[in-house]
């Protein structure tokens, strides 16, 4: 009787299991995630939804950027995850490809502060950039987050199947993107023209797929699935009101096509998620969390639906990927396709990478990065593939050299010195040489200047340069300067109008200790012509020659720059010290006789905040050997860089005003960001200037001279525009600087 009890207890219990079971079904839930650019981010809170509720996704599809945020979730990142993924982002760094400048030689370095746009120039026609990006930040990091999927080629074989949509830029048909390179294929859907570059997949060009297919709900169907969620972070047609510029009627016409397809592709959808996404634009980064916001919002709003698809579904098993460590790579091999101008020691140079070792990835993106900042390749698409002998990944690299080697560059600027100027640049790599560059300023303005360089790049070898540099200003400078204490006690002059004019031709070699570490030795010829028209000792004379002489000189320089600004530094080492032998002058010096100058600065630049930030400098010079050619003696005050001989930037006074052949001085700023790009500067400096301080022991006592300055500025396209009050204890006066674009 036992035995038959149990028997039917046995089938009661089989029965109900089997009735619960068929409340279930197995339903097949697809994904659909439009493009949107940063409202795509409200993509992130429909998921952080969608995962809390418990619903599993069995097929993704997306486009742009809905493609970049499928797609890692298809490899196994949860809402949650992405959000704090995304949080960390810096979005304004990552688009623009704006790269460190620590990852830039000291060519490089000066080339991207100096100049406000850059153009090709090819067969004497100039020609726009493809695009304002590379989009190379971006692909590092898609190919970093993806890394734990990079040998999975098949994308219906990853943890989430997924595929997305492009268009070929040839053809303007759709291109669907399900095998392949994940990373590779993310980029190619997200390349919005004229943002980012083109992406090559079997060799097709291929660009956003949201110009032809913003939604791919259609081919998402064709998976197979039964249900479908979409999520559309689209613009609608915008009304009369909204419609104020050329650019807004633009991106109505624009706009046309995708509307009316989604009036379409909203009745195919089964819960339809639209996030109010109207207050923000395409480039809205900055509001990432609020657009996530919307996304949790909208989300919600569709919860009885997602909930009763919770309970049709069947808990499947999720494959489950081990995540790697992000903190660092062990690279294998290497192997590098593309490369015919540049040898692959010079790609593995720039990269720092030898393989068969294990690399940071910040190490890693160093290096990448330093490749990029040579300018010399268009593309560096690289992935990652498990290393089948060992524990780590092979490295495979294709590159594309660029095939643009001359460059048409402009700038413009004002300061007090030079007054008002116009930079046009011609720059031409592979002049005579596979690494060589050649650049020619011409400077238009007040004051026409010109500056040549020609040099050859060995890189940690000895390389190979040539300057030439022509500078001319007429200022009321200290007397000091141009008179001996006898001609000056009987003028009784403390300042003289002078005219300047310098030319300066150098012949020097370079090597690098590291990429911003240089040791320069050469030789240098200077024309230096200082008159006056207002001075004159004989009433007969128009204008007053106070030098015209040719002057040789040896020189070498030692330069380490780690700055990572060079107008608004806020990290950072910097040491720029050199040795100048003058032994020879022409005729009109008639006195002269051999000596030489030596100088230093040294700097440090460090953060308390991400806002507020310290510069301490101090700096150094005095000559060795003979004194009376006084034209090349330090001269203090004023404001700016790169000045020419000895003029050395002092607060509080203006050019040329404070004068000696041995000066020290003392440098401390403060630098708060009080909005982005925009600065408030406090800044004092304290000097001793005069002749031989450093054999009377003056340079150890208190300063002679101060100079405080409170400045405002913005940091611009063209440089940084400055205004700055300052003021002087020992003249009682103010003085106003006065600062627009890069310094040139």
Not at 26 to 31: A, M, P, Q, R
Not at 312 to 340: A, F, M, T
Not at 473 to 499: H, M
Request: with cysteine; proline share 2%; charged share 20%.
């Amino acid at each position: 009787m036992k035995h038959y009890l149990l028997l039917l207890l046995f089938f009661i219990s089989c029965f109900q299991g089997f009735s619960q079971e068929t409340t279930k079904h197995d339903v097949k839930v697809g994904l659909v995630l439009s493009g949107g650019g940063a409202k795509g981010l409200a993509h992130i809170g429909v998921l952080k939804v969608i995962d809390s509720l418990g619903i599993q996704v069995d097929y993704v599809a997306g486009t742009s950027m809905g493609a970049i945020i499928g797609a890692l979730y298809a490899s196994g990142y949860s809402g949650k995850e992405l959000d704090s993924v995304f949080k960390l982002v810096d979005f304004s760094t990552l688009i623009s490809d704006d790269l460190p400048r620590a990852s830039k030689a000291f060519y490089e370095k000066n080339n991207s502060e100096r100049y406000a746009v850059t153009l090709p120039f090819d067969n004497f026609k100039i020609k726009l950039p493809s695009a304002i990006s590379r989009g190379q930040n971006v692909y590092g990091l898609i190919s970093k987050l993806t890394l734990s999927v990079c040998d999975i080629k098949d994308f219906s074989k990853l943890p989430i199947p997924f595929f997305c949509i492009a268009t070929d830029a040839e053809t303007g048909k759709q291109v669907v993107l399900d095998k392949g390179n994940l990373a590779q294929s993310v980029m190619a859907s997200g390349a919005l023209p004229s943002l980012f570059q083109p992406v090559i997949i079997n060799n097709q060009m291929l660009i956003d797929g949201g110009v032809i297919n913003n939604y791919p709900i259609d081919e998402l169907r064709a998976k197979g699935v039964d249900v479908i969620i979409g999520v559309d972070v689209q613009d609608g047609l915008a009304t009369r009101k909204e419609l104020t510029s050329a650019t807004d009627v633009l991106l109505q016409v624009n706009n046309y096509r995708t509307v009316n397809d989604m009036k379409k592709k909203v009745k195919k959808t089964d819960i339809y998620i639209k996030p109010d996404i109207k207050d923000y634009s395409v480039v809205s980064f900055s509001e990432g969390a609020k657009i996530i916001q919307t996304g949790i919002e909208a989300a919600i709003s569709k919860s009885d639906s997602l909930k009763l698809l919770a309970k049709e579904q069947y808990k499947k098993p999720k494959l489950e990927i081990k995540r790697p460590n992000y903190d660092s790579i062990s690279i294998k091999s290497i192997n590098i396709e593309g490369n015919k101008k540049y040898s692959r020691a010079y790609v593995l140079g720039k990269l720092k990478l030898k393989g068969n070792e294990k690399v940071s990835y910040k190490k890693f993106n160093k290096g990448v990065n330093n490749l990029i900042a040579t300018n010399n390749f268009d593309y560096f698409q690289y992935e990652f593939n498990k290393s089948k002998d060992s524990d780590g990944y092979d490295l495979n690299a294709q590159l594309t050299e660029t095939k643009i080697s001359a460059y048409l560059k402009l700038g413009i600027h004002y300061d007090k010195l030079y007054k008002s100027a116009a930079l046009i640049n011609l720059t031409k790599k592979r002049l005579l040489a596979k690494n060589d560059i050649a650049s020619l300023d011409i400077i238009l303005g007040d004051n026409v200047r010109y500056n040549f360089e020609y040099f050859i790049d060995k890189g940690f070898y000895w390389s190979i340069g040539v300057r030439s540099r022509y500078d001319q200003f007429n200022k009321n400078v200290n007397a000091q300067l141009l008179l001996q204490d006898d001609q000056i006690s009987i003028t009784g002059l403390n300042k003289v109008d002078a005219e300047l004019q310098d030319q300066t031709n150098q012949f020097y070699l370079q090597t690098l200790f590291r990429k911003d570490f240089a040791l320069s030795l050469g030789l240098e010829h200077k024309r230096l012509e200082i008159k006056s028209e207002t001075f004159s000792i004989n009433p007969s004379s128009r204008e007053f020659v106070f030098e015209k002489t040719d002057y040789l000189s040896l020189f070498g320089n030692i330069k380490l720059d780690t700055y990572d600004n060079k107008y608004f530094p806020k990290k950072g080492v910097y040491f720029n010290g050199s040795l100048q032998n003058y032994f020879y002058a022409s005729s009109f010096n008639s006195d002269f006789k051999n000596f030489s100058i030596a100088k230093a600065n040294i700097g440090s630049a460090f953060s308390v905040s991400d806002k507020l930030a310290f510069n301490v400098q101090t700096s150094g010079g005095f000559r060795l050997g003979d004194t009376s050619t006084n034209t090349l003696d330090f001269a203090l005050g004023g404001y700016g860089n790169d000045l020419i001989n000895n003029l050395i930037p002092f607060l509080g006074y203006d050019f040329i005003s404070l004068v000696g052949n041995s000066y020290v001085k003392a440098y401390l700023g403060a630098d708060y960001e009080i909005f982005k790009k925009q600065h408030i500067t406090l800044e004092g400096n304290w000097a001793n200037v005069d002749d031989n301080i450093f054999e009377t022991g003056e340079w150890f006592t208190l300063p002679d001279y101060r100079g405080y300055a409170l400045g405002y500025a913005i940091d611009t396209l063209i440089g940084p525009i400055q205004l700055k009050y300052s003021y002087s204890p020992e003249q009682g006066q103010s003085i106003w600087y006065v600062n627009v674009g890069f310094w040139f």
